[in-house]
């Protein structure tokens, strides 16, 4: 049953040979004289589990032939009953030939999950060729030596083909083998033959449903025969015998509700349909039908069954109309007002809820004929919202008697119909109020000539009141007057003049000037409306032309030269143009220098009338008069200038910037800027001068390349900064030479010095003998600071400001200190040029 994975080894390779089916063969011609006195070992080794078997052959002559060798063992028990397969005769020749198509093996039945024991006989395995010599039988195939693998075995001698394990026809519904024969040389003595083995079906498995819990749903008031759903069962178990043909019934159903027995199922198909009456989804909404499905044809006693869940849910019709909660409904509403909800309509519906069978639709069927009132459904509680949707007028109408029809949104089912409790009344009382005034017409125009003296009555613009049943006055107002031209009666609302009507002013836009007034009753509280009066000014000749432009520009020299103007009226035609342009008399060089010539109606050139004219600003008279009825002129002054001009015939003199347009406050504002421009450069040079002054008053008497501390700041070594440079120089110089005031006492202390403790009194330190030997001053003045105290690092020769605590600045008065780093390598300061020179002989030389 290892199939391929046992490998096999025999004692003696010289002599015999062992196949990987086991079979042993002589790989030499034998003599009865040359077979080995002892037994051949045969070893067998499983290559996955490691495990080997060892066992003897037993060799003696054959009895057919002293030329064969064959393996002792036992005569096999021939079971007499044992169905026999014989091999189909062929040929005797050594050409092997085909077998008849005719001949077929019948299949081999053998029924599944048996019981034993085991390994149990199916069929015997024969040759015609076994009554002169002996063979050896095997079978090949799935479930002998391919997988499944030990399922069939068969005895090699006696052909007995046997099955190993129970078989599963779930599993494997048959299984396809190959027999041979061969001789014990192992050649093939009979055609393989195919073994057909059918594993016969066994009610070894339940039906099982497809789903534990089926869903379905029928609506309510369905018919007897309607269809609900299909449950279905799959079984194992062969579906063409008994073992695997279903049937299906109903156990329970429930609530048993009107009857028992509302449903029935197909026993075959698993279809569920209903058989009686009387669904009604408002009484029963669900029902639950528990299936049972048994195989063997539905045989209680021998097949096996199964059960699932049928839940079938009775889904809503529209078979309950809506129904209004009461038969009259109320509300009231002011005047006037709109989009506001005047009652709320309720309704019942037994359907399901939010659902097109429950949402109730509301329409007004009578009261309303000119549709001042609309009612729609809140979607949230169902109920009808009577809204006014059009002003109502109390004058008009007090009260509204509406009749409203509730209906769902989809018809009701057949054969209902709506109840008279669908149908309400609604009755809506109207509030009065306080309506504003209104005037009428509004807005009121007017025409009148402008020009109209003040106090002069233009008309009267009065307001009306809706209010026909109040007693109540209106008073007038002026609400807007842009102009301040008119004034209003506050009780008769007639309107007058207070100053003159211009229509060149800019409150006038196209003739039109527009006023607003204010009415205003006498009721609680008080209402007011407004009116615009527009009054269209027609024009009069009031207003003189004048030219345009008033600035030019003309060469000295006319080659031609001239300037064309024209002239501004801010009357309108006919009391505008066309213009007449004429020069003035005086002053009498104006006629002598200049002409002027019409063009057309509007325009006219003005040009020199010499050969030439010196450059300037002149003022030229030209009296313009208008077309009106009355007409008027004016005498208008053109500033022109004459210049000298380029090729172009431009200006070119220095005055043609302020001919330009550049006016006085631009010149003044550019002059301001460059004087303040000024007076910065002036501040910044002040400045300069100072800060190179102090820096002069720094500088050190000795060179700059061997002033270590010089150097020392310019690499930016961390230290003292600028301030650490503001020496003492009075104390280098004679002391001879020395103020008395100006030498500093002993007891004196720097007001930058650290003040470490009260100072003692010392003794006045005598100044330095003469001839000036500075070295003795030196030494002296070193001993003097050595015995203070209060002088380390602050001593006399080296004063430096203190930078405060926590400097992390070596003091410099201790270059020479031992605890600067004597274990360090300084000589990589010699590669560092001049400056750096000092510091190399002091920390870069040897020990002396």
Known sequence: GRGGLVRFECSNPSDFRIEADGVVYAARSLQH?????????????????????????????????????????????????????????????SQLKRMKRD?????????????????????????????????????????????????????????ELSVNKPLDREHIPSFHLRAHAVDLNGNQVENPIDIVINVIDMNDNRPEFTHQIWNGSVPEGSKPGTFVMTVTSIDKDDPKTANGMLRYKILSQTPESPTSNMFTINNKTGGIITVAAGLDREKVPQYTLIIQATDMEGNPMYGLSNTATAVIRVTDINDNPPEFTAETFFGEVPENRVNVIVANLTVTDKDQPNTPAWNAVYKITGGDPTGRFSVPTDPTT???????????????????????????????????????QSTATVSIRVIDVNESPYFEPNPKLIKLEE???????????????????????????????????LKIDPNTGRISTIAILDRESPFVKNSLYNATFLASDSGVPPASGTGTLQIYLLDINDNAPKVFPQEAEICEKPEPNAINITALDGDLNPNAGPFAFELAHRPSDVRRNWTITRISGDYAQVSLKIGFL??????????????????????????????????????????????????????ISILLCIIILLILVLLFVVWMKRRDKERQAKQLLIDPEDDVRDNILKYDEEGGGEEDQDYDLSQLQQPDTLEPDAIKPVGIRRLDERPLHPEPQYPMRSAAPHPGDIGDFINEGLKAADNDPTAPPYDSLLVFDYEGSGSTAGSLSSLNSSSSGGDQDYDYLNDWGPRFRKLADMYGGSDD
């Open 382 to 420: 169902n109920e009808g919202l009577v809204t006014v949707v059009k002003p109502i007028d109390y004058e008009i109408s007090r009260t509204y008697v509406l009749t409203v029809e509730a209906k769902n949104e989809i018809p009701l089912a057949r054969g209902i119909h709506s109840p008279r």
């Open 33 to 93: 004289s040359t077979l080995p006195v002892s037994p051949l070992l045969i070893k067998a080794s499983d290559s996955t589990t490691l495990q080997q078997w060892v066992t003897q052959v037993r060799l003696m002559p054959s009895t057919q032939s002293s030329q064969q060798v064959q393996e002792v063992a036992v005569p096999p028990v021939m079971s007499k009953d044992l169905k026999e397969i014989v091999f189909p005769s062929r040929n005797t020749d």
């Open 103 to 159: 001949w077929v093996i019948p299949p081999i039945n053998v029924p599944e999950n048996s019981r034993g024991p085991f390994p149990q006989e199916l069929v015997r395995i024969r040759s015609d060729h076994d009554k002169n010599r002996s063979l050896r039988y095997s079978v090949t195939g799935p479930g002998a030596d391919q997988p499944p693998t030990g399922i069939f075995i068969i005895d090699p001698i006696s052909g």
């Open 614 to 667: 010196e450059s300037g600003i002149y003022e030229i008279p030209i009296i313009i008069t208008d077309s009106g009825n009355l007409p008027m002129s004016n005498t208008s002054y053109l500033r022109i200038k004459v210049c000298q001009c380029d090729i172009n015939g431009d200006c070119t003199d220095q005055q043609h910037i302020i001919a330009a347009g550049l006016g006085t406050g631009a010149i």
């Open 451 to 485: 020009g109209l003296l003040p106090e002069s009555t233009l008309t009267t613009f009065t307001a009306q009141d809706p209010d026909r049943f109040m007693q109540q006055t209106i008073r007038y107002s002026k609400l807007s007057d842009p102009a301040n031209w």
